[in-house]
T-cell receptor, first 113, second 112 residues
Framework: DGGITQSPKYLFRKEGQNVTLSCEQN?????MYWYRQDPGQGLRLIYY???????QKGDIAEGYSVSREKKESFPLTVTSAQKNPTAFYLC????????????FGNGTRLTVT | GESVGLHLPTLSVQEGDNSIINCAYS??????FIWYKQESGKGPQFIID?????DKRQGQRVTVLLNKTVKHLSLQIAATQPGDSAVYFC???????????FGAGTRLFVKA
């Protein structure tokens, strides 16, 4: 089955440590996205990538970094510069057309203490 | 500013009744609208979409209505079932843009 795989499901880190969240898709989609979701809130865009080796900042990119070395993979690093990193992180992909919906993974819940 | 919002944060309905979830959007340049369903601990799932050149689209038990005059979007769920309990998000894509803007979500409770 085609889909998006995020790992791990739960992640715990100490404050001051960088952490990388994995996202892999086998849908052959050109575009990939990272969203952050806080309790009881909507989704906010962190970074997105339209093609391999290219990515753009979203609305809340500060304290995060990404890479897009392969079409299938779009890892997100939460750096120690992110002031409030505890959240639910969602990866998505799409064909990249304006009228195509996003396909989401099941998220990674990151807790930083 | 550009935003997608929802009129009601929570909605409680009796099993078997119809549900209507409303959404307001503010960007007149938006030309594609999507409804997603998110169950607890999971990622959002696509339910139904509609382009701005349409005012109604039907799926299986779901209907989306678009009123561009008042910038209003609604999701109707027929014969609501316990499995429909989730948070529902409306989202918009701006013409020529690459970002999907999400509303805050409405939590639907289905009472047995």
């Amino acid at each position: 089955d085609g889909g998006i795989t995020q790992s791990p499901k739960y992640l715990f880190r100490k404050e001051g440590q960088n952490v990388t969240l994995s996202c892999e898709q086998n849908l052959n989609h050109d575009a990939m996205y990272w969203y952050r979701q806080d309790p009881g809130q909507g989704l906010r865009l962190i970074y997105y990538s339209q093609i391999v080796n290219d990515f753009q900042k979203g609305d809340i990119a500060e304290g995060y970094s990404v890479s897009r070395e392969k079409k299938e993979s779009f890892p997100l690093t939460v750096t120690s510069a992110q002031k409030n990193p505890t959240a639910f992180y969602l990866c998505a992909s799409s064909t990249g057309q304006t009228d195509s919906p996003l396909h989401f993974g099941n998220g990674t819940r990151l807790t930083v203490t | 500013g550009e935003s997608v919002g929802l009129h009601l944060p929570t909605l409680s309905v009796q099993e078997g009744d119809n549900s209507i979830i409303n959404c307001a959007y503010s960007n007149s340049a938006s030309d594609y609208f999507i409804w997603y369903k998110q169950e607890s601990g999971k990622g959002p799932q696509f339910i139904i979409d509609i382009r701005s050149n349409m005012d109604k689209r039907q799926g299986q038990r779901v209907t989306v209505l678009l009123n561009k005059t008042v910038k209003h979007l609604s999701l109707q769920i027929a014969a609501t079932q316990p499995g429909d309990s989730a948070v529902y998000f409306c989202a918009e894509n701006i013409s020529g843009g690459f970002k999907t803007i999400f509303g805050a979500g409405t939590r639907l409770f289905v009472k047995a």
